[in-house]
Nanobody, 119 residues
Framework: QVQLVESGGGSVQAGGSLKLSCAAS????????MGWYRQALGKERDLERD???????????SYADSVKGRFTISRDNAKNTLYLQMNSLKIEDAAVYYC?????????WGRGILVTVSS
């Protein structure tokens, strides 16, 4: 059974930092691209708009323009874990953050974790 479990969310003041983790199990983590998506409260899901960052199976990372220079995605294949280091958080970063796996023929999603940013 595939599971993606996010952790590390919470509430932070603008300018602060959080580090999200996503523990994966039930599939070959190292074979799959991974990504972080976010959905702001009250907004409909839009996969293209909501993609925050992704990292390929060989470690190549990409970022949405809105988070470049502030967020860092990484993965530890030995621990089957994906990370997202978020620095200099802004009010507009507040959302439910989802971990996702792209395994070519299958895609998996975590249940999401809430990040709130206050002024």
């Amino acid at each position: 059974q595939v599971q993606l479990v996010e952790s590390g969310g919470g509430s932070v003041q603008a300018g602060g930092s959080l580090k999200l983790s996503c523990a994966a199990s039930g599939y070959i983590f190292s074979n799959c691209g991974m990504g972080w998506y976010r959905q702001a409260l009250g907004k409909e899901r839009d996969l293209e708009r909501d993609l925050v960052s992704s990292i390929s199976s060989n470690g190549t990372a990409s970022y949405a323009d809105s988070v470049k220079g502030r967020f860092t995605i990484s993965r530890d294949n030995a621990k089957n874990t994906l990370y997202l280091q978020m620095n200099s958080l802004k009010i507009e970063d507040a959302a439910v953050y989802y971990c996702a796996a792209d395994c070519t023929q299958s895609a998996y999603w975590g249940r999401g974790i809430l990040v709130t940013v206050s002024s």
